[in-house]
Structure formats: structure tokens, C-alpha cells
């Protein structure tokens, strides 16, 4: 069994290559049951999260699965852990042979879960954010931000990528890291000023209270949302979501999980048959993305086992060709 270490993953992926597989994965058979989602409760301590998220090549109706895998991925999810100089999202991705059930590998699940998650934001960009789309607002500085920003700009021509974030030294470490990539990068303290001049808005926070507002966003602005994954967790608000084209990863998961739907949901601003599409739905085809140029689109990202399974198949298949 091998043990795939976050350089691994790191030399075995490209952007263009997973955002493709991801593409490929939403279009086969796979079962992703619901995820575990427990509270960690913790005595004098932000509460914790523990996932435990499964995902298997389909073959109930094939006596012969061949090529088919299962994986498992469980992850800590610890918001104080920031202060301690550790990572907020931790784990382990475990891949199994389809055939026989026999440990094939043991993956780096921090790495899967960034690369995955910054590559299925970028997936639902390619349909929804308009093609000449060059300004970027980064908001948030975690370990996901350089990611996303990344993935972004593998798909869409950015130039000028601004990074927000509540701690400001964080967002200028960040922009100084990045310096080399091909696009200008700058920290700003300004975020409604970022906003109203971006072309995409992405994400990547643990905020109990909107951070982006509706009135900020332009005309054919697409905002994706990465951080919320609980129902009480807010990236923008009621306004943003009423105004724009709504979709999301999964419904399954985005109607239970999401704060960004889900509370709007509940007060009536919008309704389910306001969610146009999920990523299912739009890479087979079966609904559009983006409609017209000046159109405001969404994208709201819980996460799903899928994305982390056909991420943790290309490390595997990729490692074992380089051995």
C-alpha cells in the first residue's frame, strides 16, 4: 500500500488536468452517499468538525467493475487552529480496489481536499464566468486562497488578483508569496471597493456573517463560495443571493449544509426552483450556465466525496506510472 505524501499529490496534479477529471467524474456513475458531519464540542474552544466522506465507482449492474476504486476521506476541521500555527483542515484520504476491497493507498487528505475544492470552483467558472473575466477578489487568506486563485486563472485570462482578508498581514503574505505567478497581485483593506470592481469573487472563509454584499456586485460579476459549510456560516448576503443565477456543487448537500441557501431558504428569499443548476447538471448538459453577459451568477461549494475520489484516482494512477 502506498503512502502518497501532499508533495506527491502536489507533483502528480495541474489544474487544467483535474478540473477535466472532475468534469469526467460528474459525468459517470458514481455513489456519494450523504457525509458525516459531527460537532466536536470542545470545553473553552471554538467547536470542531470531524467529515467522514465515502465515494464508489458504480457497478452495481456490472458483474465486472475492472478500473473501479472506493475511497474514504475523513477530515478535522479545528477554526482555532490558526493560533496555533497548524492548518484548519486536516486528514487522511484511504483508496481502495473496487475488485477486492484490498488498501491500494493512503493519501494526504489536507492536499486532496484543497486541490479538489479549488478545482470544482474553477470547473463551475468555466460555465459560468464570462470568458473575458480578468479581475479576481481573493477573500480570505487561508490555506485554500492560493489554490483557488490559481485555478481561477488556469481557466479565466486574470491579470489583477486582490486578496481581503480580517487579518491584513495575512492577505499581504499572501500577495507576496504569489508575486511570481503571471498575474499582478495585490493585499487591499478595501473589500467593497475589491468587489465592486471584480469580475469573480471567490471565497474561502469560516464567517458567521456576510462579508460580500449584493449592492457591491457589478454587472456580470460571478461570486463563488467555498467557505460556509455549516447552515449558521455566511459568505454574502440575502441580496447577493436574490439577485443572481444560483448554483451549486451537489443539491443534496448545498440545501443542507450551505448557510449561504440554506437561511435565505428559510426566510423565503428565495426558493429551491431558484437553484438552476448543479455541477451534475452542467456538465452533462442538461442546464446552461451562464446566460448573458451582464447576468450575476453564483456558485455555492459544500463538497463532495466524487471530487475527492476522482482527485485521489489521478494521484494514484499518476504515482504508480512514475514507479
Known amino acids: 500500500m502506498l503512502n502518497i505524501s501532499a508533495e506527491q ?14 468534469r469526467s467524474a460528474f459525468l459517470q456513475s458514481v455513489v456519494t452517499p450523504l457525509r458525516a458531519h459531527h460537532s466536536l464540542v470542545r470545553a473553552n474552544a471554538p467547536e470542531a468538525t470531524l467529515l467522514v466522506m465515502p465515494a464508489w465507482d458504480d457497478f452495481s449492474e456490472n458483474p465486472d467493475p475492472g478500473n473501479s476504486y472506493v475511497g474514504l476521506k475523513t477530515v478535522t476541521i479545528y477554526p482555532d487552529n490558526t493560533t496555533k500555527g497548524l492548518p484548519t483542515v486536516m486528514g487522511l484520504y484511504i483508496l481502495l480496489d473496487g475488485n477486492s476491497g484490498q488498501p491500494l493507498a493512503v493519501v494526504d487528505g489536507q492536499s486532496i481536499t484543497l486541490w479538489r475544492t479549488a478545482c470544482a470552483s474553477a470547473l463551475a467558472a468555466s ?13 480570505g487568506a487561508g490555506a485554500l486562497a492560493p489554490y483557488l486563485i490559481r485555478a481561477h486563472a488556469s481557466i479565466r485570462p ?3 488578483v486582490s486578496v481581503w482578508n480580517r487579518n491584513p498581514k495575512k492577505a499581504k503574505n499572501l500577495a507576496e ?3 511570481s505567478e503571471q498575474f499582478r497581485i495585490e493585499a487591499t483593506e478595501d473589500i467593497e471597493g475589491a468587489a465592486r ?9 469560516i464567517s458567521d456573517r456576510p462579508l460580500i454584499l449584493g449592492k457591491w456586485l457589478k454587472l456580470g460579476s460571478h461570486l463563488d463560495l467555498v467557505g460556509g459549510f ?3 456560516l455566511r459568505e454574502c448576503d440575502d441580496e447577493a443571493v436574490k439577485n443572481a443565477r444560483i448554483y451549486v456543487d451537489t443539491r443534496e448537500g448545498a440545501l443542507s449544509e450551505a448557510g449561504d441557501l440554506v437561511q435565505p431558504l428559510k426566510k423565503g428569499v428565495i426558493s429551491k426552483q431558484d437553484i438552476v443548476a448543479d455541477l451534475f447538471d452542467l456538465t452533462r448538459g442538461n442546464k446552461g450556465g451562464r446566460q448573458t453577459y451582464d447576468e450575476k451568477t453564483l456558485f455555492k461549494s459544500v463538497g463532495s466525496a466524487l ?8 494521484v494514484y494512477n499518476k504515482t504508480v506510472g512514475k514507479q
Not at 460555465?127 to 477573500?139: E, P, R, S
Not at 470592481?197 to 472563509?205: F, K, L, P, V
Open 177 to 179: 508569496n504569489l508575486s
Open 307 to 314: 471530487e475527492d475520489l476522482a482527485a485521489a484516482k489521478l
Open 230 to 232: 455549516r447552515p449558521d
Open 127 to 139: 460555465y459560468l464566468a464570462n470568458n473575458n473575466a480578468k479581475n479576481l477578489l481573493m477573500v
Open 197 to 205: 470592481e471584480a469580475d469573480i469573487i471567490s471565497c474561502a472563509t
Open 158 to 160: 486574470i491579470t489583477r
Open 9 to 22: 499529490v502536489k507533483d502528480a496534479l495541474t489544474f487544467p488536468e483535474l478540473i477535466e477529471a472532475l
